[in-house]
């Protein structure tokens, strides 16, 4: 551990001095008078609340954050009811960049680095490296669907790195070296950012699998995020630990079209489940080009139109049946960044975030994929769009008693049959989420 930390630290720095005197250059220096710490503050303090075992950096180790019985039941019963419509009407709760957590040791040394800035009397100075807090299991575990992968080469090794910088000027002076040398050193300014350290693309891959086999009723996403000039034409050493990890629960794109039952669309989950299938495997940036056939083409809203500053409610704001539409007809999704070296970089002021506000309108208007940084439990409170807080309070199947949609909040409660009054199957399709359930009777 000791080994890892000094090697993550040293990456960390030379990653820094770069980021220093290149993207403060490039970027110019009003970035400074950005300030974003609020709104990440925000997340983390929703991360602190989680009760967990920990690791001797204190944080979570994997598979021990625990949460709020009622979180699951309510993120269930979502999912459940979803469980008919194509996929493309399948609102799945994701994370951004999942392999980035602390409880995997990256970003573990964020609060060094910035006593570090201060101390060289930059101030005001703000860490933010790791994206998560969680592992990929936790994160699993109370509520995410959609995982998204970096496949980074680097240090002879296929790793899961959070790089993928471009910088003309070093890429010209990589360039210039290899004319000299007449060699090529196949890396980029791409790389910066990974480090020996980074966790190995095939122990991610069978943490992954690992859940899947664990939860077989469910249905997960796993975005492959990289370029010809990330993993250097690993393909197969992209592709291989993921068929290893998932074997045949990997939906093709050829069988998934056999499995629509619209011609040309998406089978639903439980199509998939029926047939045994319970993962889907996207690529970006050209990516699914590799795997010979498991790769669907990503189909969500993509970079940079998905930041999370572009997502506006819009005419959400009105309880009526045609709202939210222009987000409800597509495959719409928005992804935050959370990651901070202020006053050098400030992710959340270029791209945004999504904090418990913003992901309740986005789940109030139906986007398909919202990617979170710093998910939590808590974060997750504002997905819910069925129970209300504490329901169901009696046994939704018993005799006598009826599931209602209140006219007020948009939730569900349990009440005894005989106490319901018209006013009790007023609707607000727009506070209801995705619509999965086109209509209601209330049964006295």
Same mark, same amino acid.
């Given at each position: ?16 001095? $770069? ?18 710490? $609020? ?10 609340? $989680? ?30 009811? *979803? ?28 609060? *060094? ?38 496949? *980074? ?37 791409? *790389? ?48 291989d630990p993921l068929l290893e990890a998932f074997g ?7 069988? +998934? ?84 070296? &202020? ?31 710093? +998910? ?9 769009w069925s129970w209300a807080p504490g329901e169901p ?17 948009? &939730? ?23 619509? +999965? ?8």
């Amino acid at each position: 551990l000791a080994f890892r930390k000094m090697f993550a630290l040293h990456r960390t720095l030379a990653v820094m001095a $770069v980021l220093v005197t290149v993207d403060f250059v490039v970027r110019g220096s009003d970035i400074r008078n950005r300030n974003s710490t $609020v709104e990440i503050n925000r997340l983390l303090n929703l991360t602190s609340m $989680v009760q967990c075992k920990r690791n001797p950096l204190g944080h979570c180790k994997r598979g021990t954050v625990t949460y709020d019985p009622w979180i699951d039941y309510a993120l269930s019963t979502q999912r459940f009811i *979803q469980m008919n419509l194509p996929w493309d009407q399948y609102t799945v709760l994701g994370t951004h960049n999942s392999f980035n957590n602390r409880g995997d040791n990256y970003g573990i040394h964020d609060d *060094q680095l910035q006593a570090l800035l201060n101390e060289y009397g930059i101030d005001p100075a703000y860490i933010n490296l790791a994206q998560q807090e969680f592992t990929m299991t936790d994160t699993l575990n109370f509520g995410i669907r959609s995982i998204q992968l970096d496949a *980074q080469w680097c240090f002879g090794k296929l790793r899961l790195a959070h790089a993928g910088n471009y910088y003309k000027r070093l890429d010209s002076v990589i360039r210039a070296i290899e004319v000299l040398t007449r060699r090529h050193l196949n890396v980029s300014s791409r *790389q910066l950012g990974c480090s020996p350290t980074d966790r190995p693309w095939s122990e991610g891959a069978a943490e992954l699998g690992a859940w899947v086999t664990a939860h077989p009723g469910d249905v997960i996403a796993v975005t492959i995020n990289s370029d010809p000039l990330w993993d250097w034409r690993h393909g197969r050493e992209v592709m291989d630990p993921l068929l290893e990890a998932f074997g045949d629960r990997i939906l093709r794109p050829a069988e +998934a079209w056999r499995l629509a039952t619209t011609p040309g669309g998406w089978p639903s989950a439980r199509d998939m489940l029926r047939a045994g299938r319970s993962v889907l495997i996207f690529g970006s940036n050209n990516y699914s080009t590799y795997g010979g056939g498991y790769v669907f083409q990503y189909p969500y809203t993509r970079y940079p139109e998905n930041f999370a500053r572009r997502f506006s409610p819009g005419p959400c704001n009105r309880p009526t049946i045609q709202c939210c539409d222009h987000y409800a007809r597509s495959m719409s999704g928005f992804s935050g960044e959370s990651m901070m070296i &202020r006053p050098f970089y400030d992710g959340p002021a270029e791209m945004g975030v999504v904090t418990p506000d913003v992901l309740e309108a986005m789940t109030a208007c139906n986007v398909k994929l919202p990617a979170l940084d710093l +998910a939590s439990p808590e974060l997750l409170r504002s997905a819910v769009w069925s129970w209300a807080p504490g329901e169901p309070a009696l046994d939704p199947r018993a005799p006598g008693t009826a599931v209602v949609l209140s006219a007020d909040t948009g &939730r569900w409660r349990v009440l005894p049959a005989s106490s319901l009054s018209p006013a009790a199957a007023q609707l607000r399709p727009c506070r209801a989420g995705p619509r +999965a359930i086109p209509s209601w009777a209330v049964a006295a």
